[in-house]
C-alpha cells in the first residue's frame, strides 16, 4: 500500500471494500469547499481519541474549514501538549447550551474512535438528532448505523492510523507538519502499547515512519506522554501495587481493585489509573487483567488479556462494556462470581 524511497513516500491510496469510490468521491467534494465541522470524541479521551481528532483538527483546518474539537469530558494532562488543545471544548466544564447551537449548526460532524453514540454520553443525543453529515472514523467491534460516511475497519491498531490513511488517501500528503504527525504518531504509539501488542502491524511501522519524515519527535510525544508523572501519582502506582494487586493463580487472572477513598487518598486526577491494569498483565502466566475503580454510583472496570481470551466479549455480555479482543472495558459489580465459569478458556490461554 506505501512504497518507501530514501526521500520519497509514493502513496497508492487502496479503499476498503466497503466504500464505495463514488461515496469516497462524494466525500472528497464535500471537503472541497469551507464548512462549519465538528469532530467528537468519545468520554475520558485517551491519546487515539485525542491525537486523532486534533491531527484531523489540524488537517481540516488548513483545508479552510472552522473546526471545533469537543469532547464529552476532561482528559489527562500529559495530552495537552498537542497542538489545539487550547481550542478543545470539554462538554462537562462549558457552557451545553452553547455546545449544542454549535452541534445544531454544523454542517459535518466527524465522530472520532468509538462505534456507538452512547459513548459520547449527553452528546449522543444532539448528535443524533442533528442534520449534519456525520462521518465515522473507528476501530472498534460492531458500529452502530448512524453515520453518513464510514471510515471503519477493525484491522487498525489505532484511529489515529485510518486519519492517517483519509489524509493520504485525499491526496493531501502536503498537508501534514510536525503537529499533526505527533498527533497522529501518539494515537499510534498508545493504541500499541508502545508497539509491544499483536495490532502492530507491517502497515502500523510504515505509517509511523512516515510520520517520524513529516516531521514527528517520537521522544518528544514518548516522554510527554510516558514521563510525566507527578509524585501523587507515583506514589499511588506503588500503593496499588503493594496493596490492591490480587492474583487468582488458580484462574491465570490478576487484577486491581480500587476505592473512592484511595483515588481521594493520592489526589487522583483523570489519567492517573491510565496503565495500571498492564502491570497486572505483566505478572508471568497471567491471561486476564481488570482493573476495577469505584466510581460511587457505577464501578468501572478495565480488561486486558493475552492470547486467544476474549475480553471484550466478557465486557460485552456481563458488563455492558466491549472494546477489542485483548483491551475491553465495562461498568459492574460482579467480576468475581463470574470468573468460574471462564475458567477452561483461561487456562488453555496461558502463556
Known sequence: MYLFTPLQITIQPILPAWVSMQDFQAFKELLNTPKNIIIVTHHKPDADALGSSLGLWGYLKKKGHRVTVITPSDYPDFLHWMKGN???????????????????????????????????????????????????????????????????????????????????????????????????????????????????????????????????????????????????????????????LEVLAGLNVALFAISKQDLAMFNSKTGDTEGLVNYALSIRGIVLAALMIDHGELIKISFRSVGDFPANELAQKYFNGGGHKNAAGGRSTKFKKLLPSFKSKLTSSSK
Open 86 to 244: 487550547d481550542e478543545v471544548l470539554i462538554y462537562e466544564k462549558s457552557k451545553k447550551t452553547a455546545i449544542n447551537q454549535l452541534i445544531d449548526s454544523a454542517d459535518i460532524i466527524f465522530c472520532l474512535d468509538f462505534s456507538n453514540l452512547h459513548r459520547i454520553n449527553e452528546l449522543g443525543e444532539h448528535v443524533g438528532q442533528s442534520d449534519a453529515v456525520k462521518v465515522l472514523v473507528d476501530h472498534h467491534l460492531d458500529p452502530e448505523d448512524f453515520a453518513t460516511y464510514k471510515f471503519w475497519s477493525i484491522e487498525a491498531a489505532a484511529t489515529a492510523e485510518l486519519i492517517y490513511e483519509l489524509i493520504m488517501s485525499l491526496g493531501d500528503a502536503e498537508l501534514i507538519d510536525q503537529d499533526i504527525a505527533e498527533a497522529l504518531y501518539a494515537g499510534i504509539m498508545t493504541d500499541t502499547g508502545s508497539f509491544q501488542h499483536s495490532n502492530t502491524t507491517q502497515n502500523v511501522h510504515r505509517i509511523t515512519a512516515s510520520l517520524i519524515e513529516f516531521g514527528a519527535d517520537t521522544h518528544k510525544v514518548a516522554r510527554s506522554i510516558y514521563n510525566s508523572n507527578t509524585l501523587d501519582r507515583l506514589r499511588f502506582i506503588g500503593f496499588s501495587l503493594s496493596q490492591r
